[in-house]
C-alpha cells in the first residue's frame, strides 16, 4: 500500500467513531431508498405480472339486472376488447366454529371456460364441476383463517334460503388483491371471504338467469377508457346502473396503488434528508481535516505532490465515509425491503411476492449518495487542493472574532465570559451554525413526522369509532324495507337500541364535476350514527339538502349554498337538483349525508330503510349473531368493535415495525450531528479547553463552554425541528389524500415532546462521549505545543 | 486521581534533614516557605521507554521572592513548576504549599487550588481567541473571591489602551502581556511562568519579563520563572539551576538587574 494511503486510512481511524456516525446517517439514507424503491418495484412487477397473467379487467360496472344480450351490445362499444358478465351477490356466510356471521362475496365463473376476464388461480383442489351447483372455490385467505380444506363446508344465507356449500378448491384472484369487505376499513381474513361459484347456480339463486349484475371490461390500448365508460353507462343506465368505473377506481387496485404511492412519497422525503445532513457532516469533517493537516498538505506539496494527488486523497476520504454508508445502507435496505415485504405479502393476497435485490435500485442509490457527499465537500477538498505549499507550511491566522450584535444589547458584565465565547463561536461561523441547527432539528422532524402516523391513526379511530359510528351492528337489508322490519330486528336478542338508515347510489353532478357515491340518509335524531363537523361535534343534518364530506365537496369543486344534480342510480332514478346545506370532516371515503326522509321523497317512495345500526348488549352476542346468520332479509352484518380490533391489528402490523425504523433513523440523526458537532467543537476549542482547565475551571465549567454551543444550537432545533416534523407530516398528509381515506393532520403535543426527549438523550449521549474525551484531555500537552 | 509519592505526614515548617542537594537559601528565619518539595521523583512512561523527568528534588520556594529555574531543556524543570501548580502529580516525593500537600489532593482539590492559588503563564500565550484583552482577564476576576479589576492589571502591563483588541490584534508580546495580567488578576499567591519570553524577540521579551517583574515587586506574588536563557536569571532573587532531573546548584543574586537592563 502506498505511504500517502496509509495515512489516509490511519487518518480515518483516528475519527472512527465520526467516520461511523456519518456512515450510519448515509446509511439510514441509502438504507430507506433501497426499501422504498425495492419493494415498491417488487409490488409493480408482482401486480404488473399477476394482472396480465389472469386478465385483470380495466372497467367496472355492477348492475341490478341487466339481459345477457346487452353484453354483445357492450363489446361493440368502439375500443373494448373483451365483456365478461357475471353475477355477484354478498351474502351472510354462517362459518362452523365461528359465533358471529362473515360476509361472503359469491362471484359466479363460467362453468365450461375459464374466465376470460378477472380468471383466478387454483392453488389446491380442483375446479368447480359444471353439474354440481353447491360448489366453490374459497379464496386462499379466508382459507386459511379457517383452516379449510377441500372437501370442508359451511352455509350461507342465499336469497332467504340457507344452502350448504362444499369447497372444492382454494384459490387467488387479481381482482381482490386487498380484499376488503363492504363497509369495512381493511381486511378481515376471518369476517370477509371471496368465493367462486357457477354462473348458472348463482344465477338461478338470485333470479338471473339469462341476465347478468355485473360486467368487466377489457380495452384495446389505444382507445379512451372515459368514452368507454360514458358509452357503457349510457347501456347500463336503465338496467339499475351504479355507474362505470376505471380500474384506478376498483378498491383493491386503488389500496394497492395507493401503498406504492406512499411508497415513493417515503423515497421522495426521507432519503433526501439522510443525504443531505450526511453530506453537510462530511462537509464539517473534511473542512477541520484540512485544516489539522494544513502543515502536511504544505510538506506533500514541496515534496513534489500535485494539486490533484492532493485533492484526490481527500476526495479519497469522503468516498470511503459515504462508501462505507452505501454499504450499510444496501445491508439495511435489503433487511428492510424483506422486512416491509412480508408484511405486503401477508396484507396482499398475492399468489407470490418476493423482495428483489434490483441492481438498478442499489445503483442509484449508490450514485445519489456518493454525489451528494462530493457535491457537499467538493469546496473543502478543492481549498485543501489549491493551497499554496508555503502558506500550508505556515500556521493558519488565528479566527478573527468580533463581538455579537446580542452583546451590544447587553449592558457589561451580564453575560459571562465563557457565555460570551459560546455565542462567539457560533457568530464566527454562522453557515455551520445554521446549519448543524438545521441538522438536528431534521432529527425532531424525522421523529414528530413519523409519531405523527400514531395520533393520526388514534385520531381517525376517535372520529370513526367513536364518535361518527357509535353502533356496535350494523345490519344491511337486501332490498329497501318498510320501518316495520326495524321494529323486528329491534326485538332481537341483547338488542338495546335501534336506528334505521337509507343509503342511496347516486351521481352527484356539479358543473362540469361528477362523482358516483352513496347519499345515506340518516334519522333527524340520529345518536349512533353521526356526521360530524370539524370540531367533532355531531353536524345537525338538516330537513332539506345535502351535507357532503369535505372531500367530497373538494372533488365537486362544491360550497355550502351551491346547487348539485343528483341523479339517483336505482329505483325509479329520479333526477333533482339539491342544494348542499353544511359539510362535515370525514377521512374515509367521500361519503354524503341527508335526512331520512328527505331522502324518501327525493326517491317517491315510502318510508323504507336500507339497513339498521344496532347498540347490543355484548353478553347476548351469540344469541343475536345466531338469529342474524338466519334472517333471510339481511344481507350483511358488521361488527364495529371486530371492524375497530380488525383496524388496530392491521395498524399494528403495518405500522408498528416501519415506523419504530424511522424513530430509531431520527435519532440516529440527530446524534450523528450532534457527535459530529461536539467532537468538531473539541478539536477546534480543545487548547482553549486546556488553558481553562489549567486556569483553575472545573470539568463541568470547560464543558459548558465547549457543549454550550451545541446546547444553544439544540435549543433552537427543537421549536425548528418541531415546526418541520409539522411540515412533512402535512406533505405525508397531503400525497396520502385520496378518495379511499385522508390522514387527519394531528399532531399531539406528546408526540412533539417525545421526538424532543429522543433528540435530548442522543445529545446527552454525545455529550457524555465527548466528555469522556474532556477527561482524558492532556493539559500540559495541550500547552506545550504550538497551535 | 491516584496520587504517587503521598506518604508520611511531615510538617513543612520541620527542615528537611537531608545534609546535602536542598534548594533551600541561606539559614533566614524571617523568610516564610511557599512551597516546599521533598525527594521529587517523576518517571513518565515505563520500562524501556521509561523517561525520569525529576530525580529526587528537594525544593523550598520563599514568599514574594522572584525565582527563576534555569536549564537546558529536558532538564525537568517544567516537570517541577508543573507540579507545583498541580497540573501533574509525582512519582513519588511531596510538595506543600504552605500546610497544604499537594500530593495528598485528588483532580477536584487540584483544580481548586489552581483556580484558587496559581497564576500561570505559557510560552504560547494560551489566550481564548474569542475573548478580547479585557474578556481574556474578565475570564479569571469572574470566578476569584478578590481579583483585580480586568481594567487595572492590563494597565499594570502596560495594556491600558488595547482593552478591547481580540488576541489575533495584538502582537505576540503583548499577547503574552495579557496572559501575565490574566494570570496575576485574582491576585494568586504564586505566579508560575513557564518560558514566558520563549516565543518572543529580545526586545519583546524585555517588556513581557518587566510586567512580571513589577507584578512580583507591587504585588508581592511569589514567582517562578522558567528559562533556559540565562541572561533573564540575572532579574531574579535566587537561581535555582537544573540538570537531569536534578537540582545543580542555587544562587542567590546579591544585586538584581532590573528587567529593562536585559538583553539577549
Redesign the interface.
Known amino acids: 500500500m502506498r505511504a500517502l494511503n496509509r495515512k489516509l486510512l490511519r487518518d480515518l481511524w483516528k475519527i472512527k467513531t465520526q467516520v461511523l456516525a456519518i456512515a450510519v446517517v448515509v446509511g439510514c439514507g441509502v438504507a430507506i431508498l433501497v426499501m422504498a424503491l425495492g419493494t415498491r418495484r417488487s409490488l409493480e412487477e408482482t401486480q404488473a405480472a399477476y394482472y396480465e397473467r389472469y386478465h385483470f379487467a380495466e372497467v367496472f360496472a355492477h348492475v341490478k339486472r341487466a339481459p345477457e344480450y346487452l353484453a354483445e351490445r357492450i363489446a361493440r362499444i368502439p375500443g373494448v376488447k373483451w365483456a365478461e358478465t357475471r353475477v355477484v351477490a354478498d351474502v351472510t356466510l354462517d362459518v362452523p366454529g365461528m359465533a358471529e356471521p362473515a360476509t361472503g362475496r359469491l362471484v359466479s365463473i363460467p362453468e365450461h371456460r375459464r374466465p376470460a376476464l378477472n380468471d383466478i388461480l387454483l392453488r389446491r383442489g380442483r375446479a368447480i364441476a359444471p353439474d354440481r351447483p353447491d360448489e366453490v372455490l374459497v379464496d386462499e385467505t379466508f382459507a386459511e383463517a379457517h383452516g379449510f380444506r377441500p372437501g370442508d363446508h359451511f352455509f350461507a344465507m342465499i336469497n332467504d334460503k340457507k344452502r350448504k356449500l362444499r369447497i372444492v378448491g382454494i384459490a387467488l384472484s387479481p381482482e381482490y388483491i386487498y380484499a376488503v369487505g363492504p363497509g369495512a376499513l381493511v381486511p378481515d381474513k376471518r369476517r370477509f371471504g371471496v368465493m367462486w361459484i357457477g354462473r348458472a347456480a348463482l344465477a338461478s339463486a338470485f333470479d338471473l338467469e339469462g341476465a347478468f349484475n355485473d360486467i368487466s371490461l377489457s380495452v384495446l390500448p389505444a382507445a379512451s377508457k372515459a368514452e368507454i365508460i360514458e358509452r357503457l353507462d349510457d347501456l347500463l343506465d336503465p338496467y339499475g346502473n351504479t355507474g362505470a368505473y376505471d380500474r384506478a377506481d376498483q378498491v383493491s387496485h386503488a389500496y394497492l396503488s395507493g401503498e406504492m404511492d406512499q411508497l415513493v412519497a417515503t423515497a421522495r422525503v426521507a432519503p433526501p434528508i439522510f443525504l443531505g445532513v450526511a453530506a453537510f457532516l462530511l462537509h464539517i469533517v473534511v473542512t477541520r481535516l484540512v485544516a489539522t493537516e494544513r502543515q502536511q498538505i504544505g510538506l506533500l506539496k514541496s515534496f513534489g505532490y500535485g494539486n490533484a494527488a492532493v485533492g484526490w486523497h481527500y476526495l479519497k476520504v469522503v468516498l470511503i465515509v459515504a462508501g462505507l454508508g452505501v454499504v450499510l445502507g444496501f445491508a439495511g435496505g435489503a433487511y428492510l425491503g424483506r422486512l416491509l415485504t412480508q408484511l405486503y405479502a401477508d396484507l396482499f393476497r398475492f399468489p407470490f411476492l418476493h423482495y428483489r435485490l434490483s441492481f438498478d435500485v442499489f445503483a442509484l442509490a449508490a450514485l445519489v449518495t456518493l454525489a451528494a457527499a462530493v457535491l457537499g465537500t467538493i469546496n473543502a477538498v478543492w481549498r485543501a487542493a489549491r493551497l499554496p505549499p508555503a502558506e500550508a507550511m505556515v500556521p493558519a491566522?488565528?479566527?478573527?472574532?468580533?463581538r455579537t450584535a446580542v452583546e451590544r444589547l447587553e449592558p457589561r458584565g451580564l453575560v459571562?465570559?465563557?457565555t460570551?465565547?459560546i455565542l462567539?463561536?457560533i457568530v464566527?461561523w454562522p453557515l455551520r451554525a445554521a446549519m448543524t441547527t438545521l441538522g438536528i432539528s431534521l432529527g425532531v422532524a424525522i421523529l414528530v413526522s413519523t409519531l405523527f402516523f400514531f395520533d393520526a391513526v388514534e385520531h381517525l379511530i376517535q372520529i370513526y369509532f367513536h364518535h361518527g359510528q357509535r353502533q356496535d351492528v350494523t345490519v344491511s337489508f337486501t332490498e329497501p324495507s318498510a320501518e316495520r322490519v326495524v321494529h323486528e330486528v329491534g326485538r332481537l336478542p341483547g338488542v338495546l337500541a335501534v336506528e334505521p338508515f337509507r343509503a342511496v347510489a347516486v351521481r352527484l353532478r356539479h358543473g362540469p364535476r361528477s362523482e358516483r357515491v352513496a347519499i345515506t340518509g340518516l334519522e333527524a335524531d340520529a345518536a349512533l350514527q353521526r356526521a360530524l363537523d370539524a370540531r367533532l361535534r355531531p353536524a345537525a343534518i338538516p330537513p332539506d339538502g345535502l351535507v357532503l364530506s369535505t372531500k367530497l365537496a373538494e372533488l365537486l369543486a362544491a360550497a355550502p349554498g351551491d346547487v348539485l344534480t343528483v341523479e339517483v342510480l336505482e329505483g325509479r332514478r329520479p333526477l333533482r337538483r339539491i342544494p348542499v346545506a353544511a359539510l362535515v370532516e370525514e377521512y374515509i371515503g367521500t361519503p354524503a349525508y341527508m335526512d331520512r326522509q328527505a331522502l324518501n321523497r327525493l326517491m317517491r317512495e315510502g318510508p323504507v330503510v336500507s339497513g339498521a345500526h344496532l347498540l347490543v348488549d355484548a353478553r347476548q352476542d351469540e344469541a343475536l349473531y345466531r338469529r342474524l346468520k338466519d334472517t333471510p332479509v339481511v344481507a350483511g352484518v358488521a361488527l364495529q368493535t371486530v371492524a375497530l380490533r380488525t383496524f388496530r391489528e392491521t395498524m399494528a402490523e403495518t405500522m408498528n415495525i416501519m415506523m419504530s425504523f424511522y424513530v430509531v433513523f431520527g435519532g440516529l440523526i440527530a446524534m450523528g450531528v450532534m457527535y459530529n458537532s461536539a467532537r468538531i467543537a473539541l478539536s477546534e476549542h480543545g487548547?482553549?479547553l486546556?488553558?481553562?482547565?489549567?486556569?483553575?475551571?472545573?470539568?463541568f465549567e470547560a464543558l459548558y463552554v465547549l457543549l454550550g454551543e451545541l446546547g444553544v444550537l439544540t435549543l433552537l432545533a427543537l421549536p425548528l425541528g418541531c415546526l418541520i416534523g409539522y411540515g412533512i407530516a402535512w406533505f405525508f398528509a397531503w400525497s396520502f389524500d385520496t378518495d379511499l381515506f385522508r390522514i387527519p393532520l394531528v399532531i399531539e403535543m406528546s408526540t412533539y415532546g417525545g421526538a424532543v426527549l429522543v433528540v435530548l438523550v442522543a445529545g446527552a449521549l454525545s455529550a457524555l462521549v465527548v466528555r469522556r474525551r474532556v477527561d482524558r484531555l492532556d493539559?500540559?500537552a495541550v500547552?506545550?505545543?504550538?497551535? | 486521581m491516584a496520587s504517587a509519592g503521598v506518604s508520611k505526614d511531615r510538617s513543612p515548617n520541620e527542615r528537611p534533614r537531608g545534609p546535602q542537594g536542598t534548594a533551600s537559601g541561606p539559614d533566614r528565619p524571617e523568610r516564610r516557605r511557599a512551597f516546599v518539595a521533598r525527594a521529587l521523583t517523576k518517571v513518565y512512561g515505563k520500562g524501556e521507554v521509561a523517561v525520569h523527568a525529576l530525580r529526587g528534588v528537594d525544593l523550598e520556594l520563599f514568599e514574594g521572592e522572584l525565582a527563576v529555574l534555569l536549564g537546558p531543556s529536558g532538564s525537568g524543570k517544567?516537570t517541577l513548576v508543573?507540579i507545583m501548580?498541580g497540573?501533574?502529580l509525582p512519582t513519588a516525593g511531596q510538595v506543600f504549599f504552605h500546610d497544604l500537600e499537594l500530593t495528598a489532593f485528588d483532580e477536584?482539590a487540584l483544580?481548586?487550588?489552581?483556580?484558587?492559588n496559581?497564576g500561570?503563564v505559557?510560552?504560547?500565550y494560551?489566550?481564548?481567541?474569542?475573548?478580547t484583552a479585557r474578556?481574556?482577564v474578565?475570564?479569571?476576576t469572574?470566578?476569584a473571591r478578590d481579583p483585580i479589576a480586568p481594567e487595572e492589571a492590563l494597565a499594570l502591563v502596560g495594556l491600558a489602551e488595547r482593552l478591547d483588541h481580540?488576541?489575533?490584534e495584538l502582537s505576540g508580546g503583548e499577547q503574552q502581556r495579557v496572559a501575565v495580567a490574566?494570570a496575576i488578576a485574582k491576585r494568586p499567591e504564586v505566579l508560575l511562568c513557564d518560558e514566558p519570553t520563549g516565543?518572543l524577540d529580545s526586545k519583546t521579551g524585555v517588556l513581557v519579563l518587566e510586567a512580571i517583574e513589577r507584578v512580583n515587586r507591587e504585588l508581592g506574588t511569589t514567582t517562578a520563572m522558567i528559562t533556559h536563557n540565562a541572561a533573564i536569571a540575572e532579574m531574579a532573587d535566587r537561581v535555582i539551576s537544573l540538570a537531569d532531573g536534578r537540582i545543580a546548584g542555587v544562587r542567590e543574586n546579591a544585586t538584581k538587574s532590573p528587567a529593562r537592563a536585559l538583553a539577549w
Open positions: 491566522p488565528p479566527a478573527v472574532y468580533r459571562g465570559q465563557p460570551r465565547m462567539r463561536h464566527r487548547r482553549e486546556a488553558t481553562l482547565r489549567v486556569l483553575g475551571f472545573t470539568r493539559l500540559v500547552l506545550k505545543t504550538r497551535e | 517544567s508543573n501548580g497540573l501533574d477536584r483544580t481548586a487550588y489552581r483556580r484558587e496559581v500561570f505559557f510560552q504560547f494560551n489566550l481564548v481567541p474569542s475573548l474578556e481574556n474578565a475570564l479569571i469572574d470566578i481580540f488576541p489575533a490574566r516565543a
